[in-house]
């Protein structure tokens, strides 16, 4: 077993812990290994090792890497967790499995527009800036619940779930416990939450796609 394997196999064994300690059903937690930043190369032995759902962050370097990673491991899925440039629309559709970075009007209606044009559904997720950070993407708490209804009713997308990252210098918890609140007064269940850091506690607080990289592939 290489080294990312086992350090997979580590974080999926604590993955289900955690479920377990919540009550939860290990199941409901979609692992997203980040594998941005890291050579196709690096990315083999997880393949390799059977995960099938990978996260990247810029769709250039995605769409460098993975079409011919997908042909080789057939099933594999994609998920964009970065920031999302309207005019990058098209080629995030045409890409990606599910785009967890929705935060404003104009990217909500390239997308929309895109999965018509490309007739692709993705699974969509709204980010929010629980901290309120100005240097970081994301609605306000405050603005969620209007946003995600414009989503749905004025542009006629399919919202999934909530996506956040809390501030760097405060603790998790309370920041997974905003967006679970908010997803349930929205009656959404995706709650994408959590990475390597912090991942364990997001599963307790209810997060179904956790965001791992450097747990897995060491560091960047």
Not at 77 to 93: D, M, T, W, Y
Not at 95 to 109: E, G, T, V, Y
Request: proline letters at 5%.
């Amino acid at each position: 077993m290489t080294d990312a394997a086992a350090r997979l196999a580590a974080v999926k064994d604590k993955i289900a812990a955690g479920a377990r300690a919540a009550g939860r059903d290990s199941k409901m937690v979609n692992l997203l290994a980040v594998s941005k930043t890291f050579a196709a190369a690096d990315i083999l032995p997880v393949l390799d090792a059977g995960q099938r759902l990978f996260g990247e962050n810029r769709v250039q370097e995605a769409q460098g890497k993975w079409p011919a990673l997908q042909a080789q491991f057939p099933g594999t899925k994609v998920h964009l967790i970065g920031p999302l440039q309207s005019n990058k629309a098209k080629e995030a559709v045409a890409l990606f499995d599910a785009i967890h970075s929705i935060d404003r009007p104009k990217i909500a209606r390239a997308i929309a527009k895109e999965m018509t044009a490309q007739k692709r559904r993705l699974s969509l997720f709204v980010q929010v800036n629980t901290g309120e950070e100005p240097q970081k993407a994301g609605v306000r708490p405050r603005d969620t619940a209007d946003f995600v209804t414009l989503c749905r009713d004025d542009i006629g997308l399919e919202i999934a779930g909530l996506m956040c990252i809390p501030p760097a210098a405060d603790m998790p918890a309370p920041h997974f416990a905003l967006l679970a609140r908010l997803a349930a007064e929205l009656g959404l269940d995706g709650l994408s939450m959590g990475m390597s850091a912090d991942y364990e506690c997001a599963v307790q607080f209810g997060a179904t796609h956790v965001r791992v990289g450097s747990a897995i592939f060491g560091a960047r």
